[in-house]
């Protein structure tokens, strides 16, 4: 086994399945009982990051969560499909199966980091999503030590395809500016606004 130092941690989000019955992340027209998602840009951005610095573990976080009971595979299980359809060998990539939550995510995320004694940690989602799990991280004594200390830093995956290419720019515009991203947001801020005041049940 290969003993990475470093990892590139894609953060799972919804599935939907197509007329074949195949399951994927979700685009900008697709989302879960929150509102859309666009998760598929976490692969995509993984796999741009990844073809500048190909040498770091790629850990795909993600369970059933909301897809409990509907038939869907484990969502970083098609994390990990996707990126390999993509060309990132299959060897690089460790999947987490058990969380249900964006929380339950990070405290796996854990057991990750000292079972693979990792030092430098990039994590990858949603521009919508960052801030909550920022908060998250600073809430957990040791996910936020390695915040401060700049051993883990949180990304947007639009970000990252928008400095790849600018061509993303006006998509990503025009995704975040529909009244079903604006609900997500709203609800991605009062959740950030539950967890300063201690309100948000964390689970």
Request: proline share 2%; glycine share 8%.
């Amino acid at each position: 086994m290969i003993k990475y130092r470093n990892a590139l941690v894609i953060f799972g989000g919804g599935l939907s399945r197509d007329k074949s019955g195949e399951w994927h992340t979700t685009n900008f027209d697709e989302g879960d009982n929150h509102g859309v998602l666009g998760d598929r840009l976490r692969v995509l951005a993984g796999r741009s990051l990844l073809t500048d610095d190909p040498d770091q573990l790629v850990v795909v976080l993600g369970g059933l969560g909301q897809l409990a009971g509907t038939g869907a595979p484990p969502v970083s299980e098609v994390l990990k499909k996707e990126l390999i359809d993509l060309g990132v060998p299959r060897r690089q990539i460790i999947t987490e199966k058990k969380s249900g939550t964006t929380y339950q995510q990070l405290q796996e995320l854990k057991k990750i980091i000292r079972s693979r004694t990792l030092v430098d940690l990039l994590l990858i989602t949603n521009a919508f999503h960052v801030k909550r799990v920022k908060m998250m991280i600073r809430l957990d004594p040791v996910l936020q030590r390695l915040l401060l200390n700049g051993k883990m830093k949180v990304r947007s995956a639009e970000d990252v395809l928008i400095q790849k290419d600018s061509r993303w720019k006006k998509k990503i515009r025009a995704a975040y500016s529909t009244k079903f991203m604006k609900e997500r947001i709203k609800k991605e801020e009062e959740g950030v606004r539950q967890l300063r005041s201690g309100k948000y049940l964390l689970k």
